[in-house]
């Protein structure tokens, strides 16, 4: 109770400074959400014989209003008063993908001064994995268009810098976008420090809206460091799968191939086998395994 009477230097209590305090000293930034939201699909085959192709695939919206209209954006909006980010993001997602109780989690806070024409905009970004099995895309009120886009991330080069300026190395990064109607990309200096801090600059983007390609190039490095030592990919897949559909998730993630044999024991603990098979294929039937919620402790 004692706490409720301490006084400042100016002699006043908590309440009293509270009951006098001027919110409007200082100028106000907003803060927006923008979402990365991944998911994979089938390709069409050719062969029903064969497995159907699998890509990694981001959802962009076209903008419908000044500044960048026209261009493609990550889906996001502007965080209200009376919600936290996280409420703001999960708002977001429902109102383009329709549907609830997806993986999200907060990637990284954008706080360059200019990076957005209208005012100082503060943005928080959230990556967030979806089974595409579920889901249901629209287009929001102020947006055009609404479209899954594959990923292609190619580093271009790599360099060691001059430590004494303070950087000790580079990476310059493009990331493609494409689909049937349209393609387009952006190229990031990743930059690191030598006390271990990164930070990103767009060289170049063609169609995409703002600094959204940082942010596109950000979450794929996240989401390949992510998937080696946890179970992130499961949340790309749907209740039953098999094996070797989820080794192709991983390798789209990873853009690698990677040997069955040490990928099926690396995963040995996070599957569970089921008693059912594919069906409808025209190939031999597989066995069905689904995720074990567990598997962290299982020794």
Do not use: C
């Not at 960048?68 to 997602?93: H, I, Q, Y």
């Not at 099926?264 to 025209?282: A, C, L």
């Amino acid at each position: 109770m004692k706490e409720k009477f301490i006084k400042n230097k100016q002699g006043l209590t908590e309440e009293e400074f509270l009951k006098q305090y001027d919110s409007a000293i200082y100028e106000k930034p907003s803060l927006t959400v923008d979402m990365l939201i991944f998911t994979v699909m089938e390709e069409e085959k050719e062969n029903y014989r064969k497995l159907a192709e699998k890509s990694l695939k981001i959802l962009l919206v076209k903008r419908g209003n000044h500044p960048d209209m026209g261009k493609w954006a990550l889906p996001g909006g502007f965080v209200l008063t009376d919600e936290s980010l996280d409420d703001a993001a999960l708002r977001v997602l429902r109102k383009e993908t329709n549907i609830e109780n997806i993986y999200m989690e907060q990637l990284y806070t954008w706080g360059e001064v200019n990076r957005d024409p209208r005012t100082r905009v503060i943005s928080s970004s959230y990556m967030a994995l979806v089974d595409s099995s579920s889901l249901s895309i629209k287009a929001g009120n102020n947006e055009e268009d609404a479209r899954w886009f594959n990923i292609e991330y190619n580093l271009l080069s790599e360099n060691s810098l001059d430590i004494e300026s303070g950087e000790s190395f580079e990476e310059i990064v493009e990331i493609k976008l494409w689909n049937n109607s349209e393609e387009i990309s952006a190229k990031i200096r990743v930059i690191e420090n030598i006390d271990g801090r990164i930070r990103r600059e767009i060289i170049e983007s063609v169609g995409l809206a703002f600094d959204h390609g940082k942010f596109i190039e950000y979450a794929i490095s996240r989401l390949r460091n992510k998937v080696e030592y946890t179970s992130l990919a499961f949340n790309l897949m749907p209740e039953l799968f098999t094996l070797t559909e989820l080794q192709k998730v991983y390798e789209i993630i990873q853009g690698k191939e990677l040997l069955a044999a040490a990928f099926r024991r690396k995963i040995s603990n996070m599957v569970v086998e089921t008693n059912e098979f594919t069906k409808d294929v025209g190939h031999r039937p597989s066995k069905l395994f689904r995720y074990n919620p567990r598997w962290k402790r299982i020794k």
